[in-house]
Structure formats: C-alpha cells, structure tokens
C-alpha cells in the first residue's frame, strides 16, 4: 500500500474564496472519511463514502461544504465562500469494509488558513 | 451522544520510564472498538492500538499496551521503555461496532513529551 494522500498540504486563502482538497485513499480501500481537527483538539467526523455513495453527513457539514467521490476512487472535499472558522486540519482516512476491525488509515491531512 | 475524554492535556516521561495515558468514554452501546493513534508533529496519524469491546484480554503491541475496564469505559494506554521517538499526540478514539461506516470519535488528544 502505498498510503492516504492528501493535496495541498497547506493552503492559504481569503475569506469568501472557494477551496477544493483532494484525497486518494489505499488503492482497493472502499471506505473513505473526511475529518476536521481544530488546533488542540481531535479529529471531528464530516462524512463518509462507500464507494461513490456518500452515506452518512455530520451536522458540521454545513452547506458549503460538498464532498464528492467519482468512480469510487479518489475524493474531494471543496468548500465555498470560505470562513475563518474554516481554519483547521482536514484529515482523509481509508478503510476496508471487509477485515479486521475496519482500521482506518489516514493521510497527512491539509491544512487550511482563511485569512 | 457518545464522548470521549482524556484528561491530562500533557504527559512528561523519562526515556526508557514508563508512562500511562487515560481515557474515559460514554457509551450506550455494548460491542464497539477502542483505538489509540498517535499523531507525530506535522506527520499523519497512526495506529498504535485497538481493542475489541468483547475481548475481556487487554491487547498488547510490543511496548504498548491497553488497561481496558468496560464497566468502568476506560481505555488507558501505557508505553513501557520510553523511546524519544514516542514523543507526540496520543488520541483515543471509539466507533460503534453496528454502525453504518464506523465512524471514530475522538478525545481531545494528550500531549507526550519524552526527556533524555
């Protein structure tokens, strides 16, 4: 396995603009979360896909936010008219449905500043 | 609504001592997993950990192991033999075992510092 991938590792933007993050999870990983995780604090549950059915939303997912995974593969997570309170790491994982325990395995996250 | 609370924001150990991290959690349900990541500075977080709510054997991976009380719903994580490179975030995490996705919850996270 050649692990989760996120792109940007950092991004920097004004308020108001538009961001997209991309996530490639382990390749045959049906399974692929999104988190957030503010400064001092852990990671919060945003969404999740099986395959390219997104199955389940957090009431943090505010309308401006939309995650998308097309052909069950990769996934992105784009939020628009961005807010400070954006401010924070966004973390993908991956996981099997089948095997032990559902581990789920993370990326290096994105880290996002809205200025 | 299930929690997850780690209350010692910091832990500072001696290297090659011996350091425990506790973990509380709430919970209605009866099977569900407990985790411990680990989450090195700028670096993506990973598994040390897991245990199996009906499993009454703590698990055990090489230096870490679990103290895991389900009356009590406390997951503590201890490392034995401090390594410098242990330094970082420990998480506790939890997810339901019937649940749809198995989504983790998260404690707020405990700092370890490893001294020479």
């Known amino acids: 396995d050649t692990g989760v991938s996120q792109d940007p590792r950092h991004k920097i933007t004004k308020r108001g603009q538009n961001v997209t993050f991309r996530c490639d999870p382990i390749?045959?990983?049906?399974?692929l979360y999104w988190y957030r995780q503010t400064l001092g604090q852990g990671p919060e549950f945003l969404t999740y896909?099986?395959?390219?059915?997104?199955?389940?939303k957090s009431r943090l997912l505010s309308d401006r936010f939309s995650a998308e995974r097309p052909k069950g593969s990769f996934s992105t997570l784009e939020i628009q008219r961005t807010e400070q309170g954006d401010s924070a790491m966004y973390l993908c994982?991956?996981?099997?449905?089948?095997?032990?325990?559902?581990?789920?395995?993370f990326g290096a996250g994105t880290r996002l500043s809205v200025l | 609504a299930q929690t997850v609370t780690q209350s010692q924001p910091e832990m500072s150990v001696q290297e090659a001592e011996t350091v425990t991290l506790s973990c509380t959690y709430d919970?209605?349900?009866?099977?569900?997993?407990l985790f411990w990541y680990k989450q090195p500075p700028s670096r993506q977080m990973i598994l040390v950990i897991r245990?199996?709510?009906?499993?009454?054997q703590n698990a055990t991976e090489n230096r870490f192991s679990v103290n895991f009380q389900k009356a009590a719903k406390s997951f503590s994580l201890k490392i034995s033999d401090s390594q410098l490179g242990d330094a970082a975030m420990y998480f506790c995490?939890?997810?339901?075992?019937?649940?749809?996705?198995?989504?983790?919850?998260f404690g707020g996270g405990t700092r370890v510092l490893v001294k020479p």
């Open positions: 994982a991956s996981s099997r449905t089948q095997g032990p325990l559902n581990i789920q395995y």
């Open positions: 390749s045959e990983h049906n399974r």
């Open positions: 896909f099986q395959n390219e059915a997104q199955l389940e």
């Open positions: 919970t209605s349900e009866s099977d569900y997993y």
């Open positions: 245990q199996e709510a009906y499993k009454q």
């Open positions: 995490a939890y997810s339901v075992i019937k649940a749809a996705g198995n989504k983790l919850t």
